[in-house]
């Protein structure tokens, strides 16, 4: 019987996400026949290092955030010589990375919106672009730290002086609807679209249940679900991820464009996450799609 570790937990702010996921893949690869190993990912390597000994047949990386999806823990993998999945050191660095992720896609010839990346300090003293425009880390996921500043604001300052995310992205705000769109190695699955019961898309909407409306297929016109697709494959090869990733973008109905926001490439694994529930669509089943994942895991040294 093939052995799974599944990491977990991490060290980002995206803990307690991840502890729901990789709870529901293990339950979901014991359900598809592996032997399973579940790993709590704390700030002691030597204790993550110990966990992996003897190495497992394969690690299923369920962790999100920083140290998760950013690259580092795809090294340590590389180095340990233990296959894993979803995409590798420079794949998931440069997604992770808004600002770099922004300049390939744009390389790609991938609508992206206007940006820039600045000191938090300037926003105190400035509008960096016309409003309405988006404040979000360079570095995080699962819309951490994203604030929007629209006409008549007065909260530059506020959001200056509780920032703790390092560097800021300022990006044009377009508005219009929120679609994403799983992607498993070059195929699209469909597009979906999220309606937040409150304000916009931010880390409540994503988790809480409740705290958002999945609609799919999502009722838009057939040439942009075949556009959006058609983004977010050429995002995820752009990037040179593997596995499984999301693209997330939005469709300005009164200007008829799609925009690439950001591409994720460890999609949440929980009860309300948009990727299983694509797979499901699609006629994948959660044990199913863990398989997927785990049958394509490979070191990459």
Not at 155 to 182: C, D, K, S
Not at 184 to 191: F, G, M, P, W
Not at 194 to 223: N, W
Request: with cysteine.
């Amino acid at each position: 019987m093939m052995r799974v570790a599944v990491l977990m937990g991490g060290i980002s702010s995206e803990r307690e996400v991840s502890l729901n996921s990789g709870n529901q893949v293990c339950a979901a690869l014991r359900k598809a026949g592996y032997e399973v190993l579940p790993v709590i990912v704390t700030e002691n390597l030597a204790s993550l290092l110990a966990a992996l000994t003897p190495g497992p047949d394969a690690v299923f990386n369920a962790l999100h955030g920083r140290f998760g999806e950013d690259g580092t823990i795809q090294g340590v993998l590389d180095y340990i010589g233990l296959p894993y999945t979803h995409s590798g050191v420079r794949a998931s660095a440069l997604a992770m990375d808004k600002a770099a992720a922004k300049a390939l896609f744009a390389s790609a010839g991938l609508p992206v919106a206007q940006h820039r990346v600045i000191d938090i300090m300037e926003l105190a003293d400035c509008d960096p672009l016309p409003r309405p425009y988006v404040v979000k880390p360079v570095n995080e996921g699962s819309s951490v730290g994203v604030f929007i500043v629209k006409d008549g604001d007065h909260h530059r300052a506020e959001i200056a002086a509780n920032w703790r995310f390092g560097p800021a992205m300022v990006e044009q705000y377009i508005p219009g609807r929120e679609l994403t769109v799983g992607v498993l190695e070059d195929r699209a699955l469909t597009v979906t679209e999220i309606l937040p019961t409150d304000k916009f898309y931010d880390y409540h909407a994503k988790y809480a249940s409740g705290g958002s409306r999945h609609v799919l297929p999502a009722k838009i016109p057939e040439e942009i679900t075949k556009f959006a697709k058609e983004i977010a494959v050429a995002a995820h090869k752009a990037l040179g991820c593997r596995g499984a990733s999301r693209a997330d973008l939005r469709y300005d109905e009164d200007q008829g464009r799609l925009i690439l926001l950001e591409v994720n490439t460890q999609p949440g694994m929980t009860a309300t996450s948009l990727l299983p529930e694509q797979a499901a669509y699609e006629g994948m089943d959660f044990p199913a799609l863990c398989a997927w994942m785990v049958e394509r895991a490979v070191c990459r040294v």
